[in-house]
């Protein structure tokens, strides 16, 4: 219950009585108690995630909010990377590209394909990332909702993957061609061994 009161004092200052209301709040409590338990199941989920997640703001393309996977898999803490935006991180696009970009996903109302770009971290590296948008409402605004997935390990190991596959070919063709080179010099070294042996 909610309890308030207020004296009633006579000329003199004098409390006469009081007046004063209970109010029933269990429902209030019961709600906030609720709200209170999603925004927990939400921030555990947000921050445990191992993909890189945040809320940004797509006018200024700052970070509203973060995980922690964001941060580190750039190599940033949260209170560094608190104070970057998309600018910062983002390699391949340029500022006014980025945000013809921005506003073109933010017009389309189709599900669009991830945007594959590259994100600087803080020592200068440069990391393959895979992009996933979505617009969403927060209260009266409007954010992008970001989560990026980092794949350079796996372009790392896909190259290396073509490349034994086309030093496996090359070594395949080397073969054949020895083969069909192979064949017709036995021939002739086999004649001049004849003729040697026998003129």
Known sequence: HLVRCVPIRDTEGKVVRWFGTCTDIEDVK???????????????????????????????????????????????TREEFAKLAVYDIEAVYPHQQLDELVAQRASSNELLPPLETEHGSKSGAFRDVLVHVRYMSVGNRRVQNCVWQDVTEKKLTEAALLQSEKLASAGRMAATVAHEINNPLEMVTNCIYLAASNP
Do not use: C, H, K, V
């Open 30 to 76: 019961q709600a906030q108690a609720l709200a209170a338990e999603r925004e927990t199941w939400f921030r555990t989920l947000f921050d445990t995630i191992p993909l890189s997640a945040a809320l940004i703001d797509p006018q200024t393309m700052e970070f509203l909010q973060f995980n922690d996977a964001a941060a580190e898999n750039l190599g940033y």
